[in-house]
């Protein structure tokens, strides 16, 4: 089975531990996973501020480079939703290249969906991994509400040891939204302080999530109020035992 790893550009500009957690994890399930060196954008960012020509010139060089893979997988849920969702619905909805981008949605996974209803794991190798402490689960918004991702990086969590603190309103935007947040700062900036109260209240050591443009900005608002104890950590990290790679 040939898996194409889709690192995401924050990712790979930020925190490549999680690209580096995630291709652990594929390889312990067994897949040959394949990395594309030339991958960047999934086109995102320009979609959600209207760029439309950019974001498709994105999405078909995405296409071009996993065309040959069995499957993608991808540990974010903004990016795959941009795959799976807005590609096919929106962008290339009624063009002659719909069709490949639909053949290309139904092969591509968000890490944790992938892990835990395709390769059905129930114990990857080095699990449980170097952090067993108590976390609080951030669902970032279009993991949960285009992909349903919710109770598989809890999962995944759950196989490496974790304890898992429920925080109120985990399904709540954390006001990141890419350029969300610049073209309505004070909004944003309320919506992370409200997600940092309920982090402090569910009491965890640490953070976790699967998107990192919204462990970026969390994490960002948790700093700036003087929080230097709490662990931000993506799903992908503990799962693969690789949360002191990024201390």
């Given at each position: 089975m ?65 065309s040959?893979c069995d ?6 849920g ?28 139904s ?25 067993a ?27 490496a ?8 309103d ?9 350029t ?46 003087g ?20 201390d």
């Open positions: 040939k898996v194409g790893l889709f690192v995401t550009c924050l990712v790979d500009l930020v925190r490549p531990n999680i690209g580096f957690a995630a291709l652990k994890l594929l390889e312990d399930a067994g897949c040959e996973v394949v990395v594309p060196e030339s991958q960047t954008c999934c086109g995102q960012p320009g979609y959600n501020s209207g760029a439309r020509e950019l974001s498709k010139t994105l999405a078909r060089k995405v296409l071009s480079e996993f040959h499957y993608v997988v991808a540990p974010s903004s990016c795959s939703g941009q795959i799976k969702v807005h590609a096919v619905e929106d962008l290339f909805n009624g063009e002659p290249e719909e069709a490949e981008f639909r053949a290309l949605a092969r591509w996974y968000e890490l944790s969906d992938f892990l835990v209803n395709v390769l059905k794991v129930k114990n990857l190798p080095g699990m449980p991994g170097d952090f402490g108590t976390v609080t689960y951030h669902d970032s918004c279009s993991g949960l509400r285009e992909l349903g991702i919710k109770q598989q990086p809890r999962a995944l969590l759950a196989q040891g974790c304890t898992l603190s429920e925080m109120q985990a399904e709540k935007c954390c006001g990141f939204g890419g969300f947040s610049i073209k309505l700062g004070d909004i944003s900036t309320r919506m992370a302080e409200n997600k940092c109260v309920n982090i402090g209240v569910a009491g965890a050591d640490a953070l976790v999530g699967g998107d990192l443009g919204c462990l970026l900005n969390i994490e960002g608002r948790l700093r700036r109020n929080d230097m104890k709490t662990k931000v950590f993506h799903f992908a990290e503990i799962a693969a035992g690789m949360t002191r790679a990024k």
